[in-house]
Each structure stands twice: as C-alpha cells, then as structure tokens.
C-alpha cells in the first residue's frame, strides 16, 4: 500500500494548499500539525464510527460543520482506491476501474470498508500500525505518568473551599477572555497561513528555477580555473587552431629532419676521404713517371732508343695528378656534407623556436590545468561553454517568470502576508500572554465548578491504584511490537538492538551507547561505558532511547515494502544536528516504502523526497 493523496476540510491544523495533497513513495514531508495529521490518517486507514470525536475542529465555523476527507492510495493487488469520508454522514470507498478508465463505489458500509482497507488493499492492523509503523510525540516516556508514580501522579482532588472557589473562577473568567480574544486572532492566522501556503504553491516555480540558476552557477564555478586559462588565451579557438598548424609544421620538419639526417649519416659511414699522398695509386703513379723520366735522359745521353721511354712519364705523372684531383673532388664533398649538417641543425632550432613562440600560451593554459593535449583542453573549454550557456538559459527564464504579473503579484502578496502574519503573531503573544486553552475547555471547567458549588459534600475517596495490566512506556514498546512480531519482548528487542544502539549514539553524540535487552525485556543503555537501566535515566534521556528504539521498529516494519510509517513532531525538542541525523534515518528507513512525516521543521524538509 502506498498513499497517492490526501485531502482535508474543517480539520484544524490539517490545511493543505488547495484542499488536498500530493504523496510519493519514500519520505514525504508534509506541513501541518503532527498529531492532527496523524490522527486524520489513522481515521482513513483504520476508519471506525468514533474518529470524528478525537479529531480537532477548524476555529470559527459554525456549529456542526461537517469535517471531510479524503485519501487516494494504491493497494497490495496494483489497483488505485479512493476513500471519501464525512464523519458526521457516511463514508464511500470507490475502485479505480481501468477499462472504464473511471472510480466505481465499492461500498458504503464503514465495516465493509475497514475490511477491504485490510485486504486486498493492504492496509495493517491498527496494532500493528501503532506498534510499528508509528511514531508518536503522545507517546514519549516524558508525557507519559510512569507506573511506579501512578498512585501519587493522580491523587483524588479535595473540593475547593468557597474564597479558593471564587479565585478560581476569576481565574477561569480572566482565562476565557484572553481565549476568545486569541481565538479570533488565530481564526485570523490561520486564513493568513493557509493563504500564504497557497502562495508559496504559486511561488514554487520560482523556487525551482532559483534553485535551477544556483545550481548551474555552481557547476560554472568548478570551471573557474578553465575560465581563466580561456581568458589568458584571448580567442581559444584561434589559439588552438594555431597551436595546432604549428604542431602540424613541426611534425612535418621533423620528418625531413629525419630523413636528412638519414642521408647525412649515410654518407658519412664511409668516413673522411684519405689524403692522395697517403695513397698508394698516386705514389705509383708518380714513381712510374720519375723511373721512366729517368730512363729516358740516360737513354738521350747514351744516344740510344731509351730517350723515347721518357715519353711515358706523361701519362704515369698524369695518373698521380688524377689521382689527387680525385682527392680534391671527395674533400669538397666531405666539406659540403658537414654545411649541411649545420644547415640541418639550424633548420630544426629554427622550426622549434618557431613552435615555441606560436604554442606558449595553449601550453601555458595545459600545464595550469594539469592536462596532456590540446584535445582535452578543447573539451573542457567546451564544457566551460555549455555551463555558461546554462547560466544563461536559466538566468533567462527566471527573469522571464519574474516579469509575468502573477509572479510578480503573488510575491509582493507573499511580503505583505509574512508582515500581517508577524502582527497578528505579536498580537496573540500580547494578548495571550503564552498558551490559552480553547474557550469549551475553560466553560466546561467553570460548569464544573458551579455543579461542585451547588453539590453535596463528596464522601471519602477510595484510594488509587494503577490500573492492571499497566505498563512503563519502553516495556510496554517492547511488549506491543513483541505482540505483532511474535515471540517474546527479550526476542522483540534484542532484534533491534543494535540498531537502536547506532540510532541513541547519533542522537546523542555517542553520550550514550549502546542498546541490551535482558531475559526479562528489560532495557539497559551504555552510560560512560557502563551499563544502566533505561527506567532510572532522566526524563529525556528516556525518549532518546524511546525514539531510538521506534526508529529501529519502523524501519524493521517497513523493510517488508509498501507500507506506510506515520511521524508527527516527536523530534522538536532535539537538537539540530540530531533532527538531521533523524531524517537522514527515515529517508533512508523509506527506500522499502513510504513515510509521511507531518513537519515543519525545515531540518526534515530539506532531506525529504517530497514536500507537501
């Protein structure tokens, strides 16, 4: 079972925006008084022909009003009900009928309905409801008279004297008009709030698309540091178009670096060329020339045929002079094989002191973001530009619902209503003077004194004793959750126990500790490291524990899934980080099923999955 929608009229402190209220599953928060809220709950799902008795009347209307509500819900068989209810007529319960595409009645008798509210819809025992899935400020320890004080908490009242009489019913007149007058106040109070929530429903869109620009700015201040390295490179894009034509040059350079480096270091394997007088051809050559020179001048001087040798000398000499112009010929080449060496080298400082100056400021901007390539640095300016293309959008359309005249009226409306709020708030302070009760409970009292005035003398009263069967609070939690668990309240407890022990040291801020159940079902908390009856704590002390303990009850009752667990203000006098620690635990005890937890404690609202 899972609650889709509520609607309330004539019920005081049950006002939703609108007449009625959206549910979802997980953990609703929902503005209105707690016990109210879920008394008026309890009454739809456990409907019995006295609920209307026990619910608070809406000040100012007129004698029997009728009070209504309703309740949309979706049962355990998948099919949508809805349940009306006058509770001074009559009830009807209707089925969503799914090929008719419209409700039909399902009965109109409020027993035939509790029974179908029980099965096939799913809802649980009112027990089990209460055991539970509840969690009540009615039912801290601390508001609850403890069993061993029963007899002296309720001592049988001796009748007022005539002076003491008198006094009282000075009192009782004094009281009634400060009532009447602080109950027109709080008729009008209750017009301002219940006009005011309506605003806020109106202003809501507004809420989101603030919340909506907050949240893009935030996202658009995490690129702060993009933003100025974006900055400090003027045009990105060009930036990073030059950066990236000089990458391509470079590249290119290189690659012809490298070959004629290639060539280069080819011809130079074969070394330096050798010098032509340390070569052994030209020495031939030569030797030939001057043997053969020789020859022919002593053959001229004997007047012989050798004179003609000497002619041979010419090609043996010309031999050696090629062989040395050859020499000279692979010299030069050596020679030009070392410029271009230089001419090499001097290219490639060139190119890359080109590069440098052409890539500082795209490398700068990558070594400030700690990133490796220009690609990476393309895509974070791209998500610098699209933060800042939501700022925009966002900015654009809250100023475009700013300037719609319903916007505009309802939020000057909202200023007006907050101040008429806080005077008719002083108002009441003054002239309440603190709590009042209501003006029926005063004359009620002030009838009862009149009849105690006129009656007879009362006869000896009968001594009080508890009522049997009388349980202290944290064992009668046990014994009632034992009752719907089966087994014993020892088994009960120590079931949750270490729950609860983790839940009372986070409400507490490990002040207390952990949680024991002993044989007897009695309750034990670590106090400093030891262990001390839960009985003897103080007062708050005992509906930490309390608290704990439903804590730990309610998310074992919703573990099951769709069921719903009812919370009203039973965490206001904590403090601040344990109300937030406490609705940390009941979204999380949510996930299963569903909490409707009737707030207005914005420590809740804010970890809720849904406000109403």
Same mark, same amino acid.
């Given at each position: 079972?899972?609650?889709?929608?509520?609607?309330?009229?004539?019920?005081?402190?049950?006002?939703?925006?609108?007449?009625?209220a959206?549910?979802?599953?997980?953990?609703?928060?929902?503005?209105?008084?707690?016990?109210?809220?879920?008394?008026?709950l309890? !009454?739809?799902?456990?409907?019995?022909?006295?609920?209307?008795?026990?619910?608070p009347?809406?000040?100012?209307?007129p004698?029997?009003? +009728?009070? @209504?509500?309703g309740?949309?819900?979706?049962?355990d068989?998948?099919?949508?009900?809805?349940?009306v209810?006058?509770?001074? =007529?009559?009830?009807?319960?209707h089925?969503?009928?799914a090929?008719?595409r419209a409700?039909?009645?399902?009965?109109?008798d409020?027993?035939?309905?509790a029974?179908?509210?029980?099965?096939?819809?799913?809802? $649980?025992?009112?027990?089990?409801?209460?055991a539970?899935?509840?969690?009540?400020a009615?039912?801290?320890?601390?508001?609850? $008279?403890s069993?061993?004080g029963?007899?002296?908490?309720?001592?049988?009242?001796?009748p007022?004297?005539?002076?003491?009489?008198?006094?009282?019913?000075?009192?009782?007149?004094?009281?009634?008009?400060?009532?009447?007058?602080?109950?027109?106040?709080?008729q009008?109070?209750?017009?301002?709030?219940? @006009?005011?929530?309506?605003?806020?429903?109106?202003? @809501?869109?507004?809420a989101?698309? @603030?919340e =909506?620009?907050?949240? =893009?700015?935030?996202?658009?201040d995490?690129?702060?540091?993009?933003?100025?390295?974006?900055d400090?490179?003027?045009?990105?894009?060009?930036?990073?178009?030059a950066?990236?034509?000089? !990458?391509?040059?470079?590249?290119? +350079?290189?690659?012809?670096?490298?070959?004629?480096r290639?060539?280069?270091?080819?011809a130079?394997a074969?070394?330096?060329?050798? $010098?032509?007088?340390?070569?052994?051809?030209?020495?031939?050559?030569?030797?030939?020339?001057?043997l053969?020179?020789?020859?022919?001048?002593?053959?001229?001087?004997?007047?012989?045929g050798?004179?003609?040798?000497?002619?041979?000398?010419i090609?043996?000499?010309?031999? +050696?002079?090629?062989?040395?112009?050859?020499?000279?010929?692979?010299?030069?080449?050596w020679?030009?094989?070392?410029?271009?060496?230089r001419?090499?080298?001097?290219?490639?400082a060139?190119?890359?002191?080109?590069?440098?100056?052409?890539?500082?400021?795209?490398?700068?901007?990558? !070594?400030?973001?700690?990133?490796?390539?220009?690609?990476?640095?393309?895509?974070v300016?791209?998500?610098?530009?699209?933060?800042?293309?939501a700022v925009?959008?966002?900015?654009?359309r809250?100023?475009?619902?700013?300037?719609?005249?319903?916007?505009?009226?309802?939020?000057?409306?909202? !200023?007006?209503?907050?101040?008429?709020?806080?005077?008719?708030?002083a108002r009441?302070?003054?002239?309440?003077?603190?709590?009042?009760?209501?003006?029926?409970s005063i004359?009620a009292?002030?009838?009862?004194?009149e009849?105690?005035?006129?009656?007879p +003398?009362?006869?000896? $009263?009968a001594p009080v004793?508890?009522?049997?069967?009388?349980a202290e609070?944290?064992?009668?939690?046990?014994?009632?959750?034992?009752?719907?668990?089966?087994?014993?309240?020892?088994a =009960?407890?120590?079931?949750?126990a270490e729950?609860?022990?983790?839940?009372?040291?986070?409400?507490?801020?490990q002040r207390?500790?952990?949680?024991?159940?002993?044989d007897?079902?009695?309750?034990?908390?670590?106090v400093?490291?030891?262990p001390?009856?839960a009985?003897?704590?103080?007062?708050?002390?005992?509906?930490?524990?309390?608290?704990?303990?439903?804590?730990?009850?309610?998310?074992?009752?919703?573990?099951?899934?769709?069921?719903?667990?009812?919370?009203?203000?039973?965490?206001q006098?904590?403090?601040?980080?344990?109300?937030?620690?406490?609705?940390r635990?009941?979204?999380?005890?949510?996930?299963?099923?569903?909490?409707?937890?009737?707030?207005?404690?914005l420590?809740?609202?804010?970890?809720?999955?849904?406000g109403?």
């Amino acid at each position: 079972m899972i609650l889709l929608e509520f609607a309330a009229q004539g019920v005081r402190g049950v006002a939703p925006a609108g007449g009625r209220a959206t549910l979802r599953p997980g953990y609703n928060v929902v503005s209105a008084d707690g016990a109210a809220l879920r008394r008026l709950l309890e !009454a739809l799902l456990h409907p019995d022909p006295r609920d209307g008795e026990a619910l608070p009347r809406a000040p100012g209307g007129p004698a029997g009003a +009728a009070v @209504r509500a309703g309740l949309t819900l979706v049962g355990d068989d998948r099919v949508t009900y809805r349940l009306v209810r006058d509770f001074t =007529a009559g009830a009807q319960l209707h089925r969503f009928d799914a090929e008719r595409r419209a409700f039909s009645l399902v009965s109109q008798d409020l027993a035939e309905i509790a029974a179908a509210l029980r099965a096939p819809i799913g809802v $649980p025992p009112r027990a089990r409801q209460g055991a539970l899935l509840t969690i009540a400020a009615a039912d801290l320890p601390s508001r609850r $008279p403890s069993v061993a004080g029963a007899a002296a908490a309720i001592p049988q009242r001796a009748p007022l004297s005539p002076e003491q009489a008198r006094r009282r019913r000075e009192q009782l007149e004094g009281e009634r008009v400060r009532a009447r007058a602080s109950e027109k106040v709080q008729q009008e109070l209750d017009g301002l709030q219940a @006009r005011a929530t309506e605003l806020e429903v109106a202003l @809501r869109d507004g809420a989101r698309l @603030r919340e =909506a620009l907050a949240a =893009a700015g935030r996202a658009r201040d995490e690129l702060a540091p993009v933003a100025a390295a974006r900055d400090a490179l003027g045009d990105a894009d060009a930036a990073l178009t030059a950066y990236e034509k000089a !990458a391509a040059r470079r590249a290119d +350079a290189a690659a012809r670096v490298q070959a004629e480096r290639a060539g280069i270091e080819e011809a130079e394997a074969s070394g330096a060329p050798l $010098p032509f007088w340390r070569a052994p051809p030209f020495w031939a050559g030569a030797g030939a020339g001057a043997l053969l020179a020789a020859a022919g001048v002593a053959g001229a001087a004997a007047a012989t045929g050798m004179r003609y040798l000497a002619l041979l000398d010419i090609p043996a000499f010309g031999w +050696a002079a090629w062989v040395a112009l050859r020499w000279v010929s692979a010299q030069e080449a050596w020679e030009r094989i070392a410029r271009r060496r230089r001419v090499v080298d001097d290219w490639q400082a060139k190119v890359e002191a080109q590069f440098e100056r052409d890539g500082a400021a795209v490398r700068g901007a990558l !070594a400030a973001l700690g990133l490796a390539r220009p690609t990476e640095l393309r895509e974070v300016l791209g998500k610098l530009a699209e933060a800042e293309a939501a700022v925009t959008g966002a900015r654009t359309r809250l100023e475009a619902w700013e300037a719609t005249p319903g916007a505009r009226g309802a939020a000057a409306e909202k !200023a007006r209503l907050d101040e008429q709020q806080a005077a008719l708030e002083a108002r009441l302070a003054s002239e309440a003077g603190g709590f009042v009760r209501d003006v029926r409970s005063i004359e009620a009292e002030l009838q009862r004194l009149e009849a105690e005035a006129t009656a007879p +003398a009362p006869a000896a $009263p009968a001594p009080v004793v508890a009522a049997p069967g009388a349980a202290e609070p944290l064992r009668e939690l046990l014994q009632r959750a034992a009752a719907e668990l089966g087994g014993s309240a020892a088994a =009960a407890g120590r079931g949750v126990a270490e729950k609860a022990g983790q839940v009372l040291a986070g409400l507490t801020s490990q002040r207390l500790g952990g949680v024991q159940v002993d044989d007897r079902g009695g309750l034990h908390v670590l106090v400093a490291g030891r262990p001390a009856a839960a009985i003897s704590l103080p007062p708050a002390d005992r509906d930490l524990v309390f608290l704990a303990m439903k804590l730990a009850f309610l998310e074992q009752g919703l573990a099951g899934g769709r069921r719903v667990g009812l919370v009203d203000d039973a965490f206001q006098g904590l403090s601040d980080g344990a109300r937030r620690f406490a609705a940390r635990l009941l979204k999380q005890a949510a996930r299963a099923g569903q909490v409707v937890h009737a707030t207005a404690d914005l420590a809740f609202r804010e970890a809720a999955d849904h406000g109403a």
